[in-house]
């Protein structure tokens, strides 16, 4: 259950997203990959998943340089033990590499939907 405070950290998160998110949400909105939905900015338990796709149980989290291990963990676990799958990708994967990045999302999803 999401907590409702984040509801407009969520919003101001959506408004100022930063320049690989945008990169990656143009590439994922309007149904793109594989015909799934997804959403950005999404409160799950007490996190904000970056970008979700519910049908599929997705979520895909972006991390700039501000991201370790000791944060991620507990992050990725709830987020897991709500229900979804997590994939992760560093911002340099994105602005370096993102039809590969698309290709490993689109290969989650149909994976997701298998199972």
Known sequence: ?????????????RRDATDVETVLWQRLRARQIEGAKFRRQVPIDRYIADFICVE???????DGGQHSDEVDTPRTQAIEEAG?????FWNNDVIENLDGVLEEIR?????????
Request: glycine share 0%; net charge positive; no cysteine.
């Open 1 to 13: 259950m999401p907590d409702n405070r984040l509801t407009p950290i969520a919003r101001n998160l």
């Open 56 to 62: 599929a149980r997705l979520v895909i989290e972006l």
């Open 84 to 88: 979804y799958i997590v994939i992760r």
């Open 107 to 115: 290969t989650a999803l149909l994976n997701a939907r298998n199972l």
